[in-house]
């Protein structure tokens, strides 16, 4: 998203009009191609003239906002608030985490389709009749190693949904596999919610559509059959 310049050098004229020793100048903005995260304000003939580094591009208003009063704190000698500080340093620490930060590759290694069962198709059936085809698809994959405590999880700041293994088999039903992905597809559709500082991931209305799935009773059964002794759980 590339910034609206007017928008910016608006702003820039009102947060001049907040420092009184500025209110007489006129303020002018523009961008520059420095290499780092570099702005300077400099007062010449009457005139503010501001120069924001070009990687500011798209950066949100607030962040403008804030490094605006940064600028006019600085060339006024103004204290600046804190809470400033932390705004515009934390947009600069946002820009300057590496890509890596969460890596598609990493992902990669998670694959939907499996010996038995794709679990790529499972998903669009089970979106078009539980979720009016409008839940947003994550990655999906099974697990790779052989996890039975674990039969599934949703991992909500990569969008992926894991289900493991052990249910890619022969033997197990489809529709215990489908039961297993709907419950990670309301985790897609219900964050989890803080409840006095604590977390809920499986709040009531969770549980209440959990419940409503059709083969909700068949599917656990089968799963307290072959792994109870295995203590097996969803997340
Ligand atoms: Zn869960």
Redesign the pocket.
């Known amino acids: 998203m590339k910034s609206d310049f007017s928008g910016i050098q608006t702003l820039a004229e009102e947060i001049k009009e907040t420092f009184q020793e500025a209110r007489t100048f006129q303020v002018w903005v523009s961008f520059y191609p420095y290499r780092g995260l570099k702005h300077t304000i400099r007062l010449r003939q009457g005139t503010i003239f501001i120069r924001l580094s070009d990687r500011m591009n798209g950066a949100p208003p607030e962040v403008y906002r804030a490094l605006f009063v940064i600028l006019f704190a600085k060339l006024f000698r103004y204290r600046i608030d804190a809470g400033w500080r932390r705004l515009y340093a934390d947009y600069v620490a946002r820009l300057e985490q590496p890509a890596t930060a969460s890596p598609p590759a990493d992902l990669s290694r998670y694959q939907s389709a499996g010996r038995y069962y794709d679990l790529d198709p499972l998903f669009d059936v089970l979106n078009r009749d539980f979720f009016s085809g409008k839940l947003p698809k994550p990655h999906l994959g099974w697990s790779r190693n052989n996890s039975t405590t674990r039969l ?3 991992d909500a700041d990569r969008k992926l949904i894991v289900v493991s293994q052990n249910l890619d088999g022969r033997k197990v039903p489809a529709y215990v596999v489908r039961y297993i992905l709907y ?2 597809m ?2 897609v559709a219900i964050p989890v919610e803080r409840v006095n500082g604590r977390r809920r ?2 709040p009531p209305h ?1 549980k209440a559509l959990e419940q409503a799935y059709p083969d909700y009773e068949r599917a656990r059964q089968w799963l307290q059959k072959h792994f109870r002794k295995r203590g097996w759980r ?2």
Do not use: K, Q
Request: cysteine-free; overall charge negative.
């Open positions: 599934g999880f949703y419950h990670e309301l985790h991931i499986h969770f969803l997340f």
